[in-house]
């Protein structure tokens, strides 16, 4: 009895030790998350309960669900290892041609997206062309990008707004799944796939979990992994509840989770994806193990202007209307994002899941001052320190 006895007093300081450790070494991922908690938390009280009311919920969605569809490809951008500024710009430019198309020349909505998401892969290639081939800054070749395109979405709507859009292309933006139990107080579809969503999610991270076990690869410590999980599953089910109360899931929300899932795919489970990763850690180095460098990033600038492209037509669906200022300063919350999510300002590090939290951060704390008040002056100084506080724990835990 006294060997058990001193046996569970020693392992269990030991188990102890070995947690505080990983949290230690993965700061930054669940300090992610606790962070995102505790601002919805604090800006919930701060507005009386207004941030989680179902029609505010469906309006921080519909209101960052472009920049979400940036930041995918931004992140690609970043980790390996370079900067698009002119995301933006390609974004308001697509939607002025969308707008000219469908307004003037009456193209059908179909057909005009296809058009429109391949000039925003052209666009890509072209500015890529330059920073995978040529070697030229990407920071001065999208510079130069955003600049043109600006310019050039100023001379394809003459300086004036154009719409409004057929009913059928704004539905990107602000139609709802349709609810075929009829459901007036509840969208009873809506609360299933989202309950649904919850549970595939937890099935998946189970199940990834076992695979690493069974080939004796190493894992977090099973309380934090059930205490990550527990709360990713918990918030998506109070949200799908409070969404399906309201209108149900916004069409937009389904195309962001599409996205979503294909990209933590590709860059967790994909030779392209660790490809790029190799790529953004030591460009010399994956050089020489056989990576084709130049080509990788050529593709990674093709698919971030397709993913600013199909931004570019979610917001001008949203507004009904394409304007001479649409996409000014997107590429700020894009970027800053990406920081707030993990991304390092390096290269070669970053993940999907933390560049959405990172966008729901910024999204969740332009609502909540919006709703609280606050000028437009002070929210700038206050997402700039937040900013700059991300990448500094980001360096900081570099020399540690």
Not at 66 to 93: E, K, P, R, T
Not at 186 to 191: A, F, G, P, Q, R
Request: hydrophobic share 55%; net charge positive; with cysteine.
């Amino acid at each position: 009895m006294a060997t058990v006895s001193s046996t569970a007093t020693t392992t269990t300081p030991v188990a102890a030790t070995q947690g505080l450790g990983f949290l230690k070494n993965n700061l930054r991922e669940y300090g992610l998350l606790m962070s995102l908690v505790a601002i919805m938390g604090f800006f919930q009280a701060m507005t009386n309960g207004t941030l989680f009311q179902p029609l505010n919920l469906t309006n921080l969605i519909l209101q960052n669900s472009y920049i979400i569809v940036m930041a995918l490809g931004m992140l690609l951008v970043i980790v390996a290892g370079h900067i698009d500024l002119s995301v933006g710009s390609v974004s308001g430019f697509v939607g002025a041609v969308a707008a000219v198309l469908m307004v003037e020349y009456n193209l059908n909505f179909v057909l005009t997206g296809l058009i429109c998401l391949l000039l925003g892969a052209t666009i890509g290639a072209a500015q890529g062309y330059w920073v995978a081939f040529y070697k030229i800054p990407a920071f001065i070749v999208t510079l130069a990008g955003m600049l043109v395109f600006r310019g050039l979405t100023l001379v394809v709507l003459g300086g004036a707004s154009v719409g409004p859009f057929p009913p059928e292309f704004q539905l990107l933006s602000t139609g709802f799944i349709p609810d075929p139990f009829d459901g007036e107080s509840l969208k009873v579809l809506s609360l299933v796939l989202g309950l649904a969503m919850a549970l595939i999610l937890l099935l998946l991270k189970v199940t990834g979990r076992a695979a690493r076990t069974k080939h004796g690869m190493e894992n977090e410590p099973f309380a934090f992994f059930l205490m990550k999980n527990l709360v990713f599953v918990a918030m998506i089910s109070i949200f799908s509840y409070l969404l399906a109360s309201y209108r149900g899931l916004p069409n937009v929300l389904i195309v962001m989770l599409v996205l979503m899932l294909a990209y933590d795919f590709v860059t967790s489970k994909t030779t392209v994806g660790r490809r790029i990763y190799a790529l953004g850690g030591n460009e010399k180095a994956a050089r020489l193990s056989g990576i084709n460098t130049e080509r990788l990033t050529f593709y990674t600038f093709i698919n971030m202007g397709v993913l600013a492209a199909l931004a570019g037509l979610i917001f001008a669906a949203r507004l009904n209307t394409a304007t001479p200022k649409a996409g000014l300063g997107f590429e700020l919350d894009v970027i800053a994002a990406c920081f707030i999510g993990g991304a390092s300002a390096s290269g070669g590090v970053g993940k999907v899941l933390g560049a959405v939290i990172g966008a729901f951060i910024m999204g969740v704390m332009n609502n909540g001052m919006s709703i609280m008040g606050i000028g437009i002056d002070w929210q700038q100084v206050i997402k700039g320190l937040v900013l700059l506080a991300a990448v500094f724990f980001d360096v900081y835990n570099k020399k540690k």
